[in-house]
């Protein structure tokens, strides 16, 4: 839908009124490379996509939020008074957004008729969730007048989901949609939210990311488990490096000179997982520096072979796409992007390529697991802002 449709579908819903509709966009990200690394440490370079959440709000005259969106059947009319009680349903995310502005001491002067449209795939793994929070948060602030300061809003959305709606996410999705630049990747110290926006210049390079279709039942306690096996690693080798808060502190060769203190196996190619990842991302970034996208490609790979067989967390369905991905000329890399166990992967495709990629990656995929693949061909965009005429 355009922003003319958008606003067309936004009368039908809320009618007329004297007060003016205005129109916000937040995107969706993806994580171009630095997978579970937020926990331990170490950098991510997440982006912005070019697709997102449309958000058109207008004030009422009274105390309503009118909350709708055009994926979702289920709508919602409470009161601002009643803000805080959760339903299970999308509208907590917005809701959660309001507990938390009420928290900072920023109460809405007014009701407000929302309408919501988004374009990113619900439980693809780009940070659909996210994106709701974000928009809302910022359309909300510019409402009233306010600071919108980006940093403290992916804060705030982070909290949101955190504290409200009861989903333990960290701050990276929040903080790319709130922070992203077209054409720029992010490279985020999760820990304490230093970053630097990294030109991201594909050229005649597109992204495409694919989704698996896999329904992800094992990712929570894979996820927990990892987590476990990083924290084994890392009291391990504290007791060698006193002053170590965090695995990817080590660099490769400092990993290597400690390594044989873990007798574990498994616990030791996890920490490694971590240690050469972590190398990983500042290498692309200099790649990417360099405009070296054929470098970027290749640790795009060795990400992905890293997470499948040290950190053991892609799967059947990932591991297929991502190789015949590979297959394909015109294709530089291609990665599982998340936490694994089904989701997407993410490809730097030329566009010369890119129906020939959807084509082939898509049938043989289907061919090896039974299951369709979704492909979106997209390049990175702006974060959070909002859509004037012009713009």
Aim: hydrophobic letters at 35%.
């Amino acid at each position: 839908m355009d922003t003319n449709q958008l606003m067309e579908a936004f009368k039908n819903k809320h009618g007329e009124s004297k007060h003016q509709a205005r129109i916000f966009n937040a995107p969706g990200r993806v994580n171009l490379i630095g997978e579970h690394l937020d926990y331990n440490g170490g950098y991510v370079l997440p982006a912005a996509l070019e697709f997102g959440t449309t958000l058109i709000i207008r004030p009422r005259d009274d105390d309503k939020l009118s909350l709708a969106s055009t994926n979702l059947a289920h709508t919602a009319d409470i009161r601002l008074q009643h803000i805080g009680t959760k339903t299970e349903e999308w509208t907590d995310y917005p809701a959660g957004v309001i507990v938390e502005l009420n928290k900072l001491g920023v109460t809405l002067s007014s009701g407000y008729d929302l309408l919501y449209h988004g374009d990113i795939p619900n439980g693809a793994g780009l940070s659909s969730s996210a994106s709701l929070e974000v928009v809302t948060a910022y359309a909300l602030l510019s409402m009233e007048g306010k600071e919108t300061d980006t940093v403290e809003i992916a804060k705030l959305s982070q909290r949101a989901e955190n504290q409200f709606v009861g989903v333990n996410s960290g701050i990276m999705d929040q903080f790319a949609v709130a922070n992203g630049r077209k054409d720029h990747a992010i490279l985020l110290m999760c820990d304490t939210l230093e970053y630097e926006l990294v030109p991201f210049q594909t050229g005649a390079y597109k992204l495409v990311i694919a989704n698996t279709n896999k329904r992800r039942g094992l990712v929570d306690s894979k996820y927990n488990e990892r987590r476990s096996e990083c924290d084994k690693a890392l009291e391990i080798l504290q007791k060698e490096i006193p002053a170590l808060s965090y695995l990817a502190q080590l660099n490769p060769q400092q990993f290597k000179d400690v390594r044989d203190s873990i007798k574990d196996e498994t616990v030791s190619r996890r920490a490694q997982h971590v240690v050469e990842e972590n190398q990983r991302v500042l290498d692309s970034v200099k790649a990417l520096k360099d405009n070296d996208l054929e470098a970027f490609g290749q640790y795009m790979n060795q990400s992905h072979d890293s997470l499948r067989y040290l950190y053991e967390v892609t799967g059947d369905e990932l591991d297929a796409l991502v190789e015949e991905a590979q297959r394909i000329p015109g294709t530089l890399g291609s990665r599982m992007t998340g936490a694994g166990f089904g989701g997407c992967t993410v490809s730097l495709v030329h566009e010369d390529a890119v129906e020939r990629f959807i084509e082939e990656v898509g049938r043989k995929y289907e061919a090896r697991t039974g299951l369709k693949a979704d492909f979106y061909v997209c390049g990175v965009g702006h974060g959070v802002h909002e859509i004037k005429e012009g713009n």
